[in-house]
C-alpha cells in the first residue's frame, strides 16, 4: 500500500540518500504529478552540504531533487525497485535568500512533473518558507535509466 505521508525514515527508504544527507524530513502530500515535502534539516550545523560560508542557496536544488526521486518511488508499481536516475540539468533557476540557513522554520519543497517518459523526466520545482515566500524555483530534468561511465577508456 502506497502510504500519503511518510516521516523521514520512510522516506529514507525510498531514496537513494541515507543518513544526515536524506534532507527531507517530512512527505506531507503527493499526486501522480507532484509532491509536497517540509523539512528543516537546513538548520542542522552538521547539515552535510553547509560549507564555512553557510548553506549557500543552490543547495535548494538538491533538496527539490530529493522531493523528485521521492516522488518517483512513490509511483514506482508496488513490490518493484524504482528506477535509477539522475539530475540531468536545471534551468531557469532563481535564488531569493543567498543561503537557507537563514531561513527560520520548515522548508516547503515542492515538484511537479511537467512531462516525461521512461527515459527522462521535466520537472519544475519550487523551495519555499514557511510563510510561503519562493526562496528558490526552476525546472529540472531528470535521466532515468541510463548506466553512468565506468571510467574505462577506449584504446
Known amino acids: ?34 509532491i509536497h515535502c517540509s523539512t528543516r534539516t537546513h538548520l542542522h550545523p552538521d547539515n552535510p552540504l553547509r560549507t564555512a560560508g553557510g548553506l549557500l542557496a ?17 509511483l514506482a508499481a508496488e513490490g518493484s525497485t524504482p528506477s535509477a536516475g539522475f539530475l540531468a540539468s536545471a534551468r531557469n533557476v532563481r535564488f531569493s535568500v543567498a543561503r537557507l540557513e537563514t531561513v527560520d522554520g520548515a522548508l516547503q519543497v515542492q515538484a511537479r512533473r511537467l512531462s516525461g517518459d521512461t527515459n527522462q523526466i521535466l520537472y519544475e520545482f519550487a523551495v519555499n518558507d514557511s510563510a510561503g515566500r519562493v526562496l528558490a524555483e526552476g525546472r529540472a530534468v531528470v535521466v532515468l535509466n541510463t548506466p553512468l561511465a565506468t571510467g574505462a577508456t577506449t584504446p
Not at 516521516?7 to 501522480?32: N, T, V
Not at 543552490?58 to 521521492?70: D, F, H, S, T, V
Open 1 to 34: 500500500m502506497v502510504p500519503e505521508t511518510l516521516d523521514r525514515a520512510g522516506i529514507a527508504e525510498r531514496i537513494p540518500h541515507s543518513g544526515s544527507m536524506c534532507l527531507l524530513e517530512r512527505l506531507d502530500r503527493w499526486d501522480a504529478e507532484s
Open 58 to 74: 543552490p543547495n535548494a536544488i538538491e533538496y527539490a531533487a530529493q522531493a523528485m526521486a521521492l516522488h518517483g518511488g512513490l
